[in-house]
């Protein structure tokens, strides 16, 4: 794990002032709508290469606080940046004690955010109440028969009992978060690197590292027999839209109930000179009762990406 978190931190809270997030709710009649030209690689392809952070407290899904309303008023993300700010993991330690030994991580190695990136008041878009549809009843079987499967225990499974290594989940034993989780916010390690050649793009995600390497050529997909921690991903370019679908997900990850079924439509454009909108809409009829869709800012960020290496000695394992 890196320590430029407070550095990075900084450079993506200058990127995102609030006034600078009025651009997400709807524009006042009579606004400018000056359109913002993506601009294209060599090979003339839009250009998403960068380095971005995709930290942010808006919420995963709708707070029953705010009447069922799509976008926060400016004074209400005021206050949530101002109470994430006055937040802090270090609260009830003291130093030099035995509990300040056994707790987690300090403030420095925390990467939550303190910005709403986003006026919505949810990263969920559809369905339209912000929330994540109901789980089918299969899939609430499943829920049920969890703790018998060890391949599907969740992750951060730390404080439960574990037989062997075997009982962990991938993330804690750092294979991989899975998709769509790999490419949202967490608690820390919010970075990715885009980088683009003809014919691919590829996604290094700092989080347990690793990279996507997409194909943008029209190559179909890999036979249905291969499964994948992360799925097979190809790509297409919709005007100067980024369209990648994944799809023969492995039933060794698992993703809010989702598994092999899962199947993913990512959708990545350039909406500034320091922004992407990310959208993702995940289908599994047998876990969802309908498709859902996230849409979370990435932010430009200006700094290298470091090397994420998980730690040994973990006891709990």
């Known amino acids: 794990m890196r320590k430029t978190l407070v550095a990075i931190g900084i450079a993506a809270a200058a990127l995102t002032p609030l006034a600078a997030l009025a651009q997400t709710a709807p524009a006042p009649s009579g ?44 004074e209400e993300a005021a206050a949530l940046e101002k109470r994430a700010q006055e937040q802090s993991g270090d609260e009830g330690r003291s130093k030099g004690t035995r509990g300040d030994v056994e707790r987690a991580y300090n403030d420095f190695w925390w990467d939550r955010g ?32 969890e703790p018998k499967r060890p391949a599907f225990r969740g992750a951060g499974a730390s404080g439960r009992g574990a037989d062997s290594w075997l009982d962990r989940s991938t993330f804690e034993r750092c294979i991989t978060r899975g998709m769509p989780g790999a490419m949202s916010p967490t608690a820390y390690n919010n970075n990715y690197r885009i980088t683009q050649g003809p014919g691919f793009v590829a996604i290094q995600i700092e989080m347990l590292g690793g990279a996507r390497v997409i194909p943008t050529d029209g190559r179909p997909h890999v036979g249905k027999t291969i499964r994948q921690w992360m799925g097979d ?60 869709t996230l849409a979370i800012p990435y932010v430009h960020t200006g700094e290298n990406l470091f090397e994420y290496a998980c730690h040994e000695g973990n006891y709990g394992m």
């Not at 705010?66 to 400016?74: M, S």
């Open 114 to 145: 303190t910005k709403v990136t986003s006026l919505r008041t949810s990263l969920v878009v559809d369905p339209p109440d912000g929330k994540v549809p109901a789980l089918t009843a299969e899939a609430q079987k499943r829920a049920a028969d």
């Open 233 to 292: 991903s190809v790509a297409r370019w919709d005007g100067d839209t980024l369209v990648v679908e994944t799809a023969q997900f492995t039933d060794k990850v698992l993703y809010r109930g989702a598994a092999e079924n899962l199947h993913l439509i990512e959708r990545f454009t350039r909406v500034g000179p320091g922004e992407i909108d990310y959208r993702v809409t995940i289908t599994d009829p047998t876990t969802f009762t309908k498709p859902w």
């Open 31 to 74: 606004a400018s709508s000056k359109k913002w030209t993506t601009p294209r690689t060599a090979w003339g392809e839009p250009d998403l290469e960068g380095t971005y952070s995709n930290r942010t407290i808006t919420p995963f899904e709708r707070p029953a606080t705010v009447g069922g309303r799509e976008f926060f008023t400016a």
